[in-house]
């Protein structure tokens, strides 16, 4: 057989592994350069720079004649690494952007390797069925009690909540066909893709109620409900179990018996806050989250994922009934009639990821009380900095975190005073904070997802942000 020039050898087959091993070589040289020329969280000089940078490293990209596999991998690798927020670093805490696991990461390799179509059984055998094992090992998880729960693979916590709206309008219109339209209802504090998902699916806008203290709170679900007018139609109650502003677990078992009291269908958005379950001591939290019809999870945040690590949580296989597609080529009813397994209704895309390969990996190689260790290192990390917050004479704590994210500000800043912090920090590469706007104003924002960072790490970005504070 001859040897294909270099750069178009394949990965897959027997000589993919001999191909890819100089290859990868060069890639982990270039990610270590990169790093170390980054020299931070992030790149210094803001978006103009970083700009340059890669197009004076990168032009042209699409050349008459390649410069070849090792120097273009060299070229463009570095480049990235050196221009990147790097989430491994304990200054980049903005964002629900974790650090990933390296063991998850080299378990990713082989997904892009073996370049599995998660869309027919044909095109992927061993992951089909690793995905069947691994979905309904976590959705046991999130509901211990129930005969055959399972769970779908998605992008995040988007899809996810996209998809169990979904179930609920059809679950509805199989149990009422003539009834109204279904009616989301959530708290202000609700990640904006129920929004979204809504007008994505044609309907009405969700009722939004106040969360003046950061969470749903029952009575005033239970009062919109009572009050409903002019709506005959299914009702949606969907609470969060983590938002994004601030980490908060809406009171989950009361909100479930509002729900029931009143025939309404419960989602929880646990894509946050649902890797407690791995915690023994932090998964009592999540009291209540089995109650729900749908539960959102996502494992690209406390999850230590490479993006991405979605899941859609449910109590009875059957809840998934209304996704069924028919697809001759991929799915004919007489191969599924004669066992082949039915991918494509399993999900809204086609074309998808074996991301179940590196879960299954990192459930295998840490365990539920391995996983569960790092949760408690990351909310006991975000403990500690609230800590010194409280001690600091020149900082004000909003309130004591329930995961990872700690909301403060100095003493007395104005809003302006707080955006023109945070932004001469990104600019000046020295660290990523988030902001997040409440009832009492703006406040920087530190969600922690590095289970290594340690309290000198904290005290180090307290003194980053004290260094801009007007005096």
Request: net charge negative; proline share 9%.
């Amino acid at each position: 057989m001859s040897v294909p020039p270099a750069g178009t050898a394949l990965a897959g087959g027997t000589n993919g592994p001999r191909a890819l091993r100089p290859l990868l070589d060069t890639v982990l040289d270039a990610l270590t350069t990169g790093a170390e020329d980054r020299a931070g969280p992030l790149p210094p000089g803001g978006p103009d720079a970083v700009t340059r940078a890669v197009h004076d490293a990168c032009h042209p990209l699409l050349p008459e004649h390649g410069t070849g596999p090792h120097d273009a991998l060299r070229t463009v690798v570095h480049t990235l690494a050196a221009g990147s927020a790097d989430p491994a670093d304990p200054h980049c805490a903005a964002h629900l952007h974790c650090p990933p696991l390296a063991l998850a990461t080299a378990a990713d390799l082989a997904a892009g390797a073996l370049n599995p179509s998660m869309d027919s059984w044909d095109q992927a055998p061993a992951a089909s069925a690793l995905e069947t094992l691994t979905s309904r090992a976590l959705a046991a998880l999130v509901y211990p009690r129930a005969a055959a729960p399972d769970a779908l693979i998605t992008t995040g916590g988007t899809e996810s909540n996209q998809l169990g709206i979904l179930l609920a309008r059809e679950a509805a219109i199989a149990n009422r066909p003539a009834a109204g339209p279904l009616q989301i209802v959530c708290g202000a504090n609700a990640h904006h893709s129920l929004h979204r998902s809504a007008w994505l699916l044609g309907l009405p806008a969700p009722l939004t109620l106040p969360t003046p203290e950061g969470i749903l709170t029952p009575d005033t679900v239970h009062t919109c409900l009572a009050n409903l007018t002019g709506h005959t139609g299914p009702v949606l109650l969907a609470a969060t179990a983590g938002t994004t502003d601030s980490g908060a677990i809406d009171p989950l078992p009361a909100l479930a018996d509002v729900a029931a009291h009143h025939g309404a269908l419960f989602h929880i958005d646990a894509a946050y806050g649902g890797p407690l379950l791995f915690s023994d001591t932090h998964r009592t939290a999540l009291s209540g989250l089995d109650r729900a019809h749908t539960v959102a999870l996502d494992l690209h945040k406390l999850g230590w994922q490479p993006v991405a690590a979605g899941l859609l949580a449910v109590p009875d296989a059957a809840t998934l009934t209304p996704l069924a597609h028919q697809a001759d080529y991929l799915n004919a009813d007489d191969d599924t009639e004669a066992g082949l397994p039915d991918l494509l209704s399993r999900s809204l895309r086609t074309t998808r990821r074996p991301d179940i390969l590196k879960i299954a990996v990192t459930l295998k190689a840490l365990g539920r009380r391995g996983l569960g260790d790092l949760i408690d290192r990351t909310l006991a990390a975000a403990r500690t900095l609230a800590d010194l917050i409280d001690a600091h004479p020149r900082y004000e704590l909003h309130s004591r975190p329930t995961l990872s994210t700690v909301l403060f500000r100095p003493t007395g800043a104005d809003n302006t005073t707080l955006a023109t912090i945070r932004r001469t920090l990104l600019t000046d590469g020295q660290a990523v904070l988030g902001r997040a706007t409440t009832p009492t104003g703006l406040w920087l924002k530190a969600t922690l997802l590095n289970p290594h960072t340690q309290p000198g790490d904290l005290t180090t970005l307290l003194k980053l942000v004290e260094g801009h504070i007007p005096r």
